[in-house]
């Protein structure tokens, strides 16, 4: 109650709330009866990404999307007059992306009819789970690319041969059956490769990695190949530290991040944006004896394309997964494995017309080169 006596103070006459409100974590707001912003904690700046002075200017439906359940839990809340809380609300807005919440809504008496929000924000804690089984997802299939590199590529071998022998003896017009189990054969190969590089953990030697000669690299390859035509854009942070890392995995990295955003634009129109950023303060629990590591770099790859679909987005990075007519399914679960043996996260925010990969990664440490 000391609390909401307190904002409520705030709402009226900016006084006594900074001590608290202002000190508090979640982002906490108290709307007027007609859902207009009264007051906005500095939680609630950060998370809304305005200051309190605009958000004054505003209602809940200028800053959070028609179809959000949070409208018919302020409703409820003021039909019951009495405190109304809801796990994982989507607040999900194309300026913010994907954003989960735990929200709680509470009748106050002063100003009469007002409505003190609080949120906590899940999707980050979400993401970070998504990446954790992606990972675990990956290092299981380490013994199954092992089984079938033996069992398989043999035979295989064999059959490929064995058709070879056949086309030798057949007219140019009777090839095409034995042309095609060749190139069946070699599919087949290319993808126990593929799934071959999810069981290598061996170390790799960590040097110091500038991240815009990766990106730049990997922008070059793309406009001379499968991204003719497309536009391109760039928005570094020149003064941003190297990375800690193998140059050449992550050119691996970033270059399928690209493709997958060159082949999900539209005809005309499609643009592609790279963007770097340091993040201080940004932590992950996921070190050796659980230490936190901090993952301050930030690379992102957005695009306008079609997006990601709403119930394939949380398993994006298992192996296997794909929105792709012919894909394989596995090039985002070689790019989380990739970044995972980083000590990095990846995550993705979709809706159509907006995909955003992000990339966070640690910065070199001192006696890197």
């Known amino acids: 109650m000391a609390v909401l006596q307190t904002l409520r103070s705030a709402a009226q006459a900016e006084s ?116 954790l089984m992606a990972r675990g997802a990956v290092r299981s299939m380490h013994g199954m690319a092992a089984v079938l590199a033996h069992e398989i590529k043999n035979p295989l071998a064999g059959i490929r041969g064995a058709a070879q022998l056949l086309e030798e003896g057949l007219a140019p017009e009777e090839r095409e059956m034995t042309q095609l189990i060749v190139a069946e054969a070699d599919r087949i190969r290319g993808l126990i490769d593929r799934m071959e590089s999810f069981g290598d953990t061996r170390s790799f030697p960590r040097n110091a990695v500038n991240i815009h000669e990766v990106l730049d690299r990997v922008r070059k390859v793309a406009e001379t190949s499968f991204a003719r035509g497309v536009t391109i854009l760039e928005n570094f942070d020149p003064s941003l530290p190297p990375v800690s890392g193998d140059r050449d995995q992550l050119i691996q990295v970033f270059l399928n991040l690209v493709r997958n955003a060159a082949d999900a634009l539209p005809e005309s129109g499609g643009e592609i944006t790279l963007t770097t950023g340091y993040r201080p303060g940004v932590k992950f629990g996921a070190g050796l004896a659980g230490e936190r590591v901090s993952l301050p770099l930030e690379v992102t790859v957005r695009d306008n394309g079609s997006g990601v679909p709403t119930d394939l987005l949380p398993y994006i990075f298992d192996p296997f997964v794909t929105t792709k007519v012919h894909g394989s399914g596995l090039g985002l679960a070689l790019v989380a494995k990739i970044v995972g043996d980083h000590g990095g996260v990846i995550e993705c925010d979709s809706v159509s017309g907006r995909t955003i990969f992000r990339v966070l990664l640690p910065q070199s440490r001192t006696g890197e080169s």
Not at 36 to 48: D, G
Not at 61 to 89: M, T, Y
Not at 103 to 112: G, H, L, N, S
């Open 16 to 131: 006594g709330a900074g001590t608290i409100a202002n000190a508090l974590p979640m982002p906490v707001m108290l709307l007027g009866s007609k859902t207009e912003v009264i007051y906005a904690n500095p939680a609630a700046e950060q998370f809304f990404d305005t200051g309190l002075p605009l958000l004054r200017k505003q209602t809940l439906a200028d800053l959070i999307a028609a179809h959000s359940p949070l409208f018919q839990l302020v409703a409820q809340a003021a039909e019951r007059n009495a405190s109304a809380a809801e796990r994982d609300i989507d607040l999900s807005t194309p300026k913010h992306g994907e954003r989960v919440a735990d929200v709680t809504v509470t009748p106050v008496a002063e100003p009469e009819g007002a409505m003190l929000l609080t949120f906590q924000e899940r999707s980050l804690a979400q993401r970070m789970d998504r990446q």
